[in-house]
Each structure stands twice: as structure tokens, then as C-alpha cells.
């Protein structure tokens, strides 16, 4: 079955980085955009970045120049650096896998910034 395992979240101050990681297992990785998405306390999940096998990203504005994202297929991986972390960057982040109607989705890391 498909699987995406996401990790490397946790407590961080602002303007501090966090790496967060996806491996995906059960799914022809490079046939599919990898995303990242993240759902704030009261909030709807929203679209934070993804990336084509082919390498086109795509990023929301509240976090372009900040985030990047990034893959290795061979490695079935995807990551997101997180750097410049504000208060509201404060979410539960999720780790996606899209081709054509299939959607699949990680349990969620939490990230937390805080002093």
C-alpha cells in the first residue's frame, strides 16, 4: 500500500530553519508532483509548495523566499527547508503525493514556532 512517512518537525524560535523529510513507498515516486501542505489550529489545509518530477516548483506567497522545496527520486524523498520560520508558519505539515485523481497523504509532522 502507499505510505508517506514525513519527519523532522518539531519546536523551533523565530527565524530559525527546520528540514522537514517524506518517503513515500508504494507509489512510482517520479510519476507523481510531491507537495507539502499544512493545516493551522481552526484553520483549512492549505498548499505550501510542490514539485514536478521534472523539477517545476511552486510556492504560496506566504512562504516564497523562504521554504524550498526539493526531491530525490531515487531516494523516493521529498523535502521542504524551512528557513526565516515566523509564529505563523505554526501547523500541522503534510506530505502529498498527486497524479491525475489519485491523492495521497502522510500522517503529519507538527511544526511550532515559538519563543
Known amino acids: 500500500q502507499v505510505q508517506l512517512v514525513e519527519s523532522g518537525g518539531g519546536l523551533v524560535q523565530p527565524g530559525g530553519s527546520l528540514r522537514l523529510s517524506c518517503a513515500a513507498s508504494?507509489?512510482?515516486?517520479?510519476?507523481?508532483?510531491m507537495g507539502w501542505y499544512r493545516q493551522a489550529p481552526g484553520k483549512q489545509r492549505e498548499l505550501v509548495a510542490t514539485?514536478?518530477?521534472?523539477?517545476?516548483?511552486n510556492y504560496a506567497d506566504s512562504v516564497k523566499g523562504r521554504f524550498t522545496i526539493s526531491r530525490d527520486n531515487p531516494k523516493n524523498t521529498v523535502y521542504l527547508q524551512m528557513n526565516s520560520l515566523k509564529p505563523e508558519d505554526t501547523a500541522v505539515y503534510y506530505c502529498?503525493?498527486?497524479?491525475?485523481?489519485?491523492?495521497?497523504w502522510g500522517q503529519g509532522t507538527q511544526v511550532t514556532v515559538s519563543s
Open positions: 508504494g507509489i512510482i515516486f517520479s510519476k507523481y508532483i
Open positions: 514539485m514536478t518530477s521534472a523539477g517545476s516548483t
Open positions: 502529498n503525493a498527486n497524479k491525475e485523481v489519485w491523492w495521497y
